[in-house]
């Protein structure tokens, strides 16, 4: 899977493509990523890429010119490298898009790949967007100074989900918002020592009983996302992903619906 990424700061992406876990999915190249400075698209001297808005207004507005003639030289360097590969579509990153989620991440991290462009100033001159731009993602409900960092977490959500990336490939079978399990958030997790300022870790976990362990999981999963997802366990349930023991579990939890758990 190849992403493309349209830029003014390329340089925001290097310490990300070369540290952590994620490293692997692009050095071995399961996600390919390359890395477009708009500015090379501009013309003139100064290479301007943006210009004030029409009707006035504070803040800059970035031209569609330069953003076309960069999209054009992906679309063409896309056919050189894979003439068979059909056009992917582009991605704006905007608070006006629909916000990422598990099931958006999936759908990348199993595609061809796609066009990412990273706006800046008060956004990119409405034409371009709809003449080109097939999706619009936001990070959520606030506004960032640039689509970097909402292509940086796009990224870095596909990545871990190819297969090799992670240490233990079933790992992120069991995270949060999984639908393939049951899309509950995942439980707390623990490690040593077996006491920390005087906290120990729930003794279920030091049984060995693998059983009781899964159990135990899974009810600390079910008792969180009660408490602050409800609505994943209506999905759940409409899913027929809970058990009737999960179901007696949760009615188990009474009236208020919760148990209070300090280590979630
Ligand atoms: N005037 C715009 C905000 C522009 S912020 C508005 O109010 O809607 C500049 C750029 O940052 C945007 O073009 C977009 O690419 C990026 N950006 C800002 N907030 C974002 C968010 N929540 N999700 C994804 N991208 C965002």
Not at 135 to 149: C, M, P, R, T, Y
Not at 178 to 195: I, K, S
Request: hydrophobic residues 40%; charged residues 25%.
């Amino acid at each position: 899977m190849r992403f493309d990424v349209i830029t003014l700061f390329p340089e925001l992406f290097a310490p990300f493509l070369s540290a952590g876990i994620n490293r692997r999915a692009f050095e071995t190249g399961a996600v390919e990523l390359k890395l477009w400075q708009l500015r090379d698209y501009a013309d003139g001297t100064y290479r301007r890429v943006d210009d004030r808005p029409f009707g006035g207004g504070p803040g800059m507005v970035m031209l569609a010119e330069p953003l076309e003639k960069c999209l054009l030289a992906i679309r063409q360097d896309r056919v050189l490298k894979n003439p068979l590969e059909k056009p992917v579509p582009v991605v704006l990153f905007s608070p006006i898009g629909q916000a990422l989620n598990h099931d958006g991440v999936e759908k990348w991290s199993q595609s061809d790949g796609a066009i990412l462009i990273c706006g800046r100033y008060e956004g990119l001159d409405q034409r371009f967007i709809d003449t080109h731009v097939d999706a619009q993602v936001s990070l959520g409900d606030f506004v960032l100074s640039g689509g970097e960092i909402a292509a940086i977490a796009l990224l870095d959500a596909v990545a871990r989900l190819q297969p090799g990336v992670l240490n233990d490939e079933g790992s992120h079978q069991m995270d949060s918002f999984n639908p393939a399990l049951d899309g509950l958030l995942d439980c707390g997790h623990f490690t040593r020592p077996e006491v920390w300022k005087g906290i120990t870790v729930p003794p279920v976990l030091m049984s060995g009983h693998h059983a009781e362990i899964a159990k135990w999981r899974r009810q600390q999963s079910l008792v969180l996302t009660q408490k602050s997802r409800p609505d994943l366990i209506a999905s759940a349930r409409l899913a027929g992903k809970l058990s009737p023991q999960d179901e007696y579990f949760l009615m188990s939890l009474g009236a208020s619906g919760l148990v209070e758990s300090k280590s979630n």
